[in-house]
């Protein structure tokens, strides 16, 4: 189904399918491989993945599927695409038994056994090793197709994983198949495009013949002149030629909705919007501002009972504003997901913002779920509560750390800084343990030399405790020693250990405990360490790694 939910015959892309077909084909026979459409809003992408879909089926493969949706925790997309294939009984198969804490981090119900294990590799490498296995798993044994739309709205860790897996599929009988504006999605998406694993599709707008088979199968008994108009009108762009299709339903002189002055998928927007009672309007500007319709969701967040909010949901989908979906939480979505921005542009910004702080304080009462936290924070920025959306923010980007998305807690610690109008020291010192935990060790000290000097108690001893284990793990000894100077002597049991382990790393290599060269060296420096002392021998490669372990120290 596409974003609009309208399952039509396809017109044209007889080029793309071609290579959809060779892609399905060569996955089949064990050549799999990355693939990504690309191409503007409203111009056939999800629509070509559902022709995918169906094809893949009709093959005999296993078909996935998931979508990132803006401002979500890591991961989204992937997650929901294997989700219903891998529940948690499917821990239990001996393939997968090394793999089972990894995949934990995207699958609920999963155990996370083995936290510390994942540090011991890239954990993008071993996430994507554990995918790969998973799919494996679950592929027909004609193969399988993960079909990801909406990429452009994917998290760092997901473009990254996706990366990854584009240079692993060569000899698997796996398909990854995405989709992404490219007028969106910034810098990720562009890297994702420009991965030299992925092959890309762009789509261009369809021919003016297209359009007009588009309109006449949208609308049986449409005049030539009303095709003209539409042709002429829709530019090539089949959202809005079906648009105008509909739009032209019950109008007096069916041509005139689409020969004035070109209109625009926003006022075509705005006229059915118009056509709702006034109670329809005001829970679709709701949802519009919270990106939502679960109807459990808006019902809570507007205090609307079900009387209220079923007629006022049955009359939007009556005017094709949102669609019947079973796979969308709460069984709606939007026509499109341009409908929902045209909904928001007929609002006024102090009309936003009150409807921005209403649902994130209604949000953010219901004790957010984890998943939830970016988008309750992006709703407090848009009415000005930042100071209350940067906190959400840190507890975003603090759980997304703690699962091993690096990349997502940066950004997300960086958004949150970009809000602030000050400087927020706990934000710094969290992005200082996400730098030092990622290995960027110059970056994480400059940065945590910034603030050295004016923050104080609890969290200069957790800035310097960051900094010195970010320093101990590129074994900068001297650094590290340095890094907890402003700290030592202030009885704290995590500073002791830690300038205990540093002092054992400046002693000469030879001589670490470890080290298994002369018995001169065992006999000497042993008998010096403090009895019963449990610190790990800095070229113990665990011990570094511990050091690196984020969550550990706050
Ligand atoms: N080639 C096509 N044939 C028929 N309908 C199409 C085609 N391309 C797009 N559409 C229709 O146009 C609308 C917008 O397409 P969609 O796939 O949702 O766009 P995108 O995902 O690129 O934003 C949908 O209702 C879709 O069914
Ligand atoms: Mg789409």
Redesign the pocket.
């Known amino acids: 189904m596409?974003?609009?939910?309208?399952?039509?015959?396809?017109?044209?892309?007889a080029r793309e399918l071609v290579a959809i077909d060779r892609a399905l084909h060569a996955a089949a026979a064990g050549h799999g491989g990355l693939l990504l459409v690309s191409?503007?809003?409203?111009?056939?992408?999800?629509?070509?993945?559902?022709e995918c879909a169906r094809r893949a089926r009709g093959m005999g493969m296993a078909v996935l599927s998931g979508r990132a949706v803006p401002h979500t925790g890591p991961f989204r997309a992937v997650a929901e695409a294997l989700v219903p294939v891998a529940p948690p009984a499917l821990a239990a198969d001996p393939r997968l038994l090394v793999y089972r804490s990894a995949l934990g981090q995207l699958l609920p119900g999963w155990p996370v056994d083995a936290v510390a294990d994942r540090r011991l590799v890239d954990p993008v490498v071993l996430l994507g090793e554990a995918v790969l296995e998973l799919l494996g798993v679950v592929a027909t044994p004609v193969g399988a197709v993960v079909i990801l739309?909406?990429l452009h709205w994917a998290d760092p860790d997901t473009t990254a994983l996706l990366g990854y897996l584009g240079g692993r599929l060569a000899a698997a009988r796996v398909l990854l198949l995405g989709?992404a504006?490219d007028e969106v999605g910034g810098t990720r998406v562009a890297d994702l495009r420009g991965h030299g694993n992925a092959r890309i599709l762009p789509?261009p707008r369809?021919t003016a013949a297209?359009i007009a088979t588009?309109a006449r199968?949208r609308r049986v008994g449409l005049s030539a002149d009303a095709v003209d108009a539409i042709v002429r009108a829709c530019d090539g762009l089949?959202?809005l030629?079906?648009e105008l299709a509909e739009a032209m339903e019950g109008a007096a002189d069916e041509t005139g909705v689409a020969v004035t002055a070109s209109p625009t998928l926003a006022e075509l927007t705005r006229q059915r919007l118009d056509t709702l009672p006034a109670a329809a309007r005001e829970v679709l500007n709701l949802a519009a501002v919270l990106g939502d319709l679960d109807w459990q969701v808006l019902a809570a967040v507007g205090s609307w009972d079900e009387h209220e909010l079923a007629p006022a949901l049955r009359a939007a989908v009556n005017a094709a504003l949102l669609v019947s979906d079973p796979a969308a939480a709460g069984g709606l979505r939007w026509?499109?997901?341009?409908t929902r921005d045209a909904v928001l542009t007929q609002l006024l910004p102090p009309e936003q913002a009150a409807l921005a702080h209403r649902a994130a304080a209604a949000l953010d009462r219901g004790a957010v779920d984890i998943d939830r936290l970016p988008e309750a924070a992006e709703l407090y920025a848009q009415c000005g509560r930042i100071t209350d959306a940067a906190a959400l923010l840190l507890r975003a980007a603090r759980a997304a750390a703690d699962a091993g998305a690096l990349g997502t807690a940066e950004e997300t610690l960086r958004r949150a800084l970009r809000l602030s109008s000050a400087v927020d020291h706990a934000l710094v010192v969290e992005l200082v343990r996400v730098l030092g935990t990622t290995g960027r060790i110059d970056e994480a000290s400059a940065l945590g030399a910034t603030i050295l000097g004016v923050v104080d108690g609890e969290r200069r001893v957790n800035l310097c405790l960051h900094l010195a284990r970010t320093a101990v793990a590129a074994e900068r000894w001297g650094e590290a020693g340095r890094f907890l100077n402003p700290v030592a002597g202030l009885g704290d049991p995590r500073v002791d250990a830690l300038r205990a382990h540093v002092a054992l790393g400046q002693q000469p290599t030879r001589c670490r405990p470890g080290h298994r060269a002369g018995s001169r060296c065992r006999r000497g420096r042993r008998t010096r360490r403090p009895t019963g002392s449990r610190v790990r021998g800095p070229g113990d490669r665990r011990s570094r790694l511990a050091a690196r372990r984020p969550g550990r120290l706050r």
């Open positions: 596409s974003d609009s939910g309208v399952v039509a015959a396809m017109v044209g892309r191409g503007e809003a409203g111009i056939g992408k999800s629509r070509l993945l559902a739309d909406d989709a504006r789509l369809l297209e588009l199968e089949p959202l030629a079906e026509r499109h997901a341009l």
